[in-house]
């Protein structure tokens, strides 16, 4: 198995959800970690809470808005060596296909798509050199037929598949892993904020756990250098 120790991640959206497990998750590998969202305040707490989960981590912090082009946002030297990167920062709409505006769609798909391929471009040097691992946390609607609501999600999300599927037949040549994993309902503050929109009571303990993803992500990382797991589903066992 692949030792994590004092290997260099670059995690998305670890400020909050998934991808805040999946940055603690490796922290607690022994891992060097980069953090990255778009809000300072979150950021500053995100890197306080990795300190305290596993003190004396290497923790620097990038203030990226995936919103918006990454060329501007990204430090002039990125690293010549990087590990791992996870890809855990996602938007979300939840109406009909029908209701969703051009301008909305883009957004969602800069964000779930774009931001993604272009960040994965911007350190494929890096991850070449290091013979590193790509994460993408997708969703369990990339892998059902779109269906009205939330079309536009779903959508953007089998681009992010594409697009995945695409990096890996570009980089496995240079020793690059690429792995899409796919969850199901999360108990995580979208996930929350998405059962009220519907109107239901939330059933947090029966849905999977940020950190069930989070220990996924780990043990397919440390997955020997002869295998690569390219997909992975993972869903709630308990039914709501």
């Known amino acids: 198995m692949i030792d994590l120790r004092d290997k260099l991640a670059l995690v998305t959206g670890a400020t909050s959800g998934i991808g805040a497990a999946i940055a603690d998750a490796l922290a607690l590998q022994g891992a060097r970690l980069i953090v990255c969202g778009s809000d300072p305040e979150r950021l500053r707490r995100a890197r306080a809470r990795i300190n305290e989960v596993a003190p004396g981590t290497d923790v620097e912090a990038w203030l990226l808005d995936l919103g918006e082009p990454l060329a501007a946002q990204l430090p002039a030297a990125v690293p010549t060596a990087l590990d791992v990167l996870v890809h855990a920062a996602g938007d979300y709409r939840g109406e009909s296909i029908l209701a969703t505006t051009p301008a909305q769609f883009e957004q969602l798909l800069r ?87 519907e109107g239901r009571d939330y059933p947090a303990d029966k849905l999977l756990q940020a950190g069930d993803i989070a220990a996924a992500v780990c043990d397919a990382l440390r997955l020997p250098r002869t295998a690569e797991l390219t997909d992975l589903d993972i869903r709630p066992l308990q039914k709501w």
């Open 111 to 197: 964000i779930n798509a774009v931001a993604p391929l272009a960040l994965t471009q911007a350190l494929a040097d890096g991850l070449r050199a290091a013979q590193g691992q790509v994460v993408f946390v997708n969703s369990s609607a990339a892998r059902q037929a779109p269906k009205a609501a939330p079309g536009a999600y779903a959508a953007s999300k089998h681009a992010l598949a594409a697009i995945a599927g695409a990096l890996r037949d570009g980089l496995n040549e240079a020793g690059v892993r690429v792995l899409s994993i796919y969850p199901g309902r999360t108990a995580t503050p979208m996930q929350a904020a998405l059962f009220e929109r």
